[in-house]
């Protein structure tokens, strides 16, 4: 018996092995980006939030500015009654304490006399202003190395007895012509010494 060509032996259907395919995660969705409507929605409301913010604090601004100028302050400082017969007329201290816009920024100085040995005077100067008025309240913030360099050289040039004989009210007059020539926008009525005296 002749025999055929040899024919390769397919193994049996069932033997086949079975294969697992690799990458068999879930395919996440692809999420498309926003579309550039709502980019653009979400621009403009912050710039019309941003617009309307700006007008809201111009408008505060202007009112403060305009419609609250002659308003009474928050808080204030009340003087007692001053026209009643019982009330004893109120020293110059006692002014000195209640008035309400004092300009103090001079501060306390100590100034030496023309005695030999000198004799030192320390005074402290201040005066009412009105804040109200900001360019003259501005120029005496200005000013105050040039009101304590007066006040110094005034007091340097005297002797303390010369001093003691002019007074307290002569010295504050001369000082407040001083003063009042210091300055361009308004002018001091008048000066008050919460500190004076000689330390010899």
Partial sequence: MKAG???????????????????????????PPPPK????????TLIVVAVLLALLIAAGTIYALVFRNGTEP???ILAPDTDSPTQAPLTETQVFQLQENIFTGIGRLRAVSVDKPPITI????AFPYLP?????AEELATKVPEFRNTALEYFSTHSAVELRQSGEAAIK??????????????????LYFNDFMFID
């Fill in 132 to 136: 109200e008025d900001r360019a003259f």
């Fill in 122 to 125: 320390v005074v402290s100067i």
């Fill in 5 to 31: 060509p040899s024919q390769p032996i397919k193994p049996p259907r069932h033997a086949m092995p079975h294969t697992v395919p690799r990458n068999t995660a879930p395919v996440m969705p692809v999420v």
């Fill in 173 to 190: 007059t001369e000082l407040l012509r001083r003063y009042n020539n210091l300055l361009h926008l308004g002018s001091i009525s008048v």
């Fill in 37 to 44: 409507k709502v980019a653009a929605l979400v621009y403009h």
């Fill in 74 to 76: 928050l808080y204030s």
